[in-house]
């Protein structure tokens, strides 16, 4: 139990998968502009890759591995997560349409967010036991909400209090926040090693 709870306090501090390995930079950049959508975001991430991973270990351990197919377990993982997002995408149409409409093109493009296919890939990497999975799934998750949430809360304050230069407004500012936020991050180093 308490190395799923280092692997899972790892996942959003130490190894967080947006300000640690720097993935999932392109909707963390454009939808961090109000915190409300990028908690929606988050939140969307958090069902996909969870749901995904949940998905995943047991089709590439119990079926790929025993069958000696491992080498498709790439496009297995992408056609797991396609359909995953799909799912979600017809249920926020339908049940939260104004947050659907927020996301624009980026629902969407959760399915090839490296965010989702990276954390089933450092399942394979790591050779994560099942329960491993899916703590370290839904802790990147929340990892990832942590940083775009943040980045938003910080861009929204700094639009009220700032005057930030017109070369940096935009993605240079978000870059700025990121980098910095990264730099704060390393110092959750000395706390857990889930590699």
Known sequence: M???LEIFIASITSHNIALTYILGMCPLIAISKKVKTAFGMG?????VV????????????????TTDSDNIALLVFIIIIAATVQFLEMFL????????????????????NCV??????????????YSETVVFGFGSALGWTL?????????????????????????G????????LALG???????????
Request: aromatic residues 12%; proline residues 4%.
């Open 93 to 112: 149409e339908k049940f939260a349409p104004s947050l659907y409409n927020a996301f624009g093109i980026y629902l969407p493009l959760i399915t090839v």
């Open 50 to 65: 969870t749901l995904t991973v949940f998905i995943n270990w047991p089709i590439y351990n119990k079926i790929l591995l």
């Open 116 to 129: 989702v296919l990276s954390v089933s890939l450092f399942m394979v990497t790591r050779q994560y036991t």
């Open 185 to 195: 991050f390393t110092g959750f180093g000395g706390m857990a090693n889930i590699q």
């Open 147 to 171: 940083a775009i949430v943040t980045v938003a809360a910080i861009r929204e304050k700094l639009a009220l209090t700032a005057d930030i230069p017109k070369g940096l407004q935009g993605v």
């Open 43 to 47: 939140i969307s991430v958090v069902f």
């Open 173 to 180: 500012i978000v870059l700025i926040i990121t980098g910095l």
């Open 2 to 4: 308490a190395h799923l």
